[in-house]
T-cell receptor, first 116, second 114 residues
């Protein structure tokens, strides 16, 4: 149980285009979903937290107009990187939590974005 | 505020020998602590978690960790390393205040030689 999927696993795009990444909880309802970014050989940095049906909360330094997050249902959250540039190339990982007092987050396999 | 320090960026062991990955934390609240493993180009897998129950926590694949409040430590151990254990390991802290924000350590790369 507690499986989280991400799609796509790999994406290559041209500079200036937008890319959408999906995160799904397959066998549980995720009250809260999180988006992380991981640079090579570095730790995960939380970008934003989203609760189903409400606006995402962004961490300091993360541009909300650049990284659009939608959490439309209890099993799906999307991250859209708008007008992507090469510096946006990174490994993006989502996680999902059933919520309540259970703090365990279940992580997706990640999406590697390369912007040319 | 909360933070995590993983004391070693790399740990090298031989197959069959014990593994020790060190982690110290600080937290304003009684923390929940986690160890996650990440294999190359993969997402994170939860190894084990401490949430104020037993201080010695057993996880998957033979790993365990002991919560020591007096030392603010949560070191990860395994009696005998396997080649498949080679991966990046992250120690993670969460303030036990009902909100699930996780703070990650910088990671420890475990290298296992034959």
């Amino acid at each position: 149980g507690a499986v989280v999927s991400q799609h796509p696993s790999w994406v290559i795009c041209k500079s200036g285009t937008s890319v959408k990444i999906e995160c799904r909880s397959l066998d549980f309802q995720a009250t809260t979903m999180f988006w992380y970014r991981q640079f090579p050989k570095q730790s995960l940095m939380l970008m934003a937290t989203s609760n189903e049906g409400s606006k995402a909360t962004y961490e300091q330094g993360v541009e909300k107009d650049k990284f659009l997050i939608n959490h439309a249902s209890l099993t799906l959250s999307t991250l859209t990187v708008t007008s992507a540039h090469p510096e946006d190339s990174s490994f993006y990982i989502c996680s999902a939590s059933p919520g309540g007092k259970q703090e365990t987050q279940y992580f997706g396999p990640g999406t590697r974005l390369l912007v040319l | 505020a909360q933070s995590v320090t993983q004391l070693d960026s790399h740990v090298s062991v031989s197959e069959g020998t014990p593994v020790l990955l060190r982690c110290n934390y600080s937290s304003s609240y009684s923390p929940s602590l986690f160890w996650y493993v990440q294999h190359p180009n993969k997402g994170l897998q939860l190894l084990l978690k401490y949430t104020s129950a037993a201080t010695l926590v057993k996880g998957i694949n033979g790993f365990e960790a002991e919560f020591k409040k007096s030392e603010t430590s949560f070191h990860l151990t395994k009696p005998s390393a396997h080649m498949s254990d080679a991966a990046e390991y992250f120690c993670v802290v969460s303030a036990n205040s009902g909100y699930s924000t996780l703070t990650f350590g910088k990671g420890t790369m475990l290298l296992v030689s034959p």
